[in-house]
């Protein structure tokens, strides 16, 4: 072996042995890989206090948005077992924006949002409107719309349906109201 090839290699593994000894250790991999991409369902709508003079419709015309009204949002898997049951609250605005956080969706078709899910009001804070109306079949649960809604970032996306809207009704309205058809 040339003498030069030999002194070079006895220097090589000199330095390694002193640098491993002075407690210095490879930086980790740069292997960087991707993270998890989370997808949601969520569910937003509007909640509204029904005028006096369209009690007993479907009609909105006047109504005004409820802030800080409760709406539920309840799931039944495929064999009607409830698998999902959060309150909302309504915002400033009467917009309520709520993610199905823990739905679990089976490969079952009926387990879907669309088909599992509905919203009802739950509470109302005004004292003036806090009967339940039965606008968009809010009784029964308000079905939920896909309406190709997505808020997307890097490592997260939602698909957004929307429910409702949904309206309480005045406890007592005025004698002379008759009601809207």
Not at 49 to 71: F, P, R
Request: hydrophobic share 40%; charged share 20%.
């Amino acid at each position: 072996m040339d003498p030069r090839a030999l002194s070079f290699s006895v220097l090589v593994i000199l330095i390694a042995a002193s640098t491993l000894a002075n407690g210095y250790s490879p930086p980790p991999p740069t292997t960087a890989y991707p993270a998890v991409k989370t997808v949601e369902a969520a569910v937003e709508g509007m909640v509204y206090c029904q005028t006096c003079d369209k009690y007993g419709s479907w009609s909105l015309a006047g109504a005004e948005a409820i802030a800080g009204a409760k709406i539920s949002i309840i799931c039944k898997n495929h064999k009607q077992q409830v698998s999902f049951y959060k309150v909302f609250q309504t915002d400033s605005y009467g917009h309520f924006y709520g993610e199905l956080k823990g739905l679990k969706m089976t490969p079952h078709f009926l387990d879907h949002p669309l088909h599992a899910c509905r919203a009802k009001l739950v509470s109302s804070p005004r004292e003036d409107c806090n009967l339940f109306s039965n606008i968009n079949n809010a009784l029964d649960g308000a079905s939920l719309r896909y309406e190709e809604k997505r808020l997307k970032w890097t490592n997260y996306e939602a698909v957004i349906y929307a429910a409702g809207p949904l309206a309480f009704r005045p406890d007592h309205c005025p004698a002379t109201a008759p009601p809207a058809y």
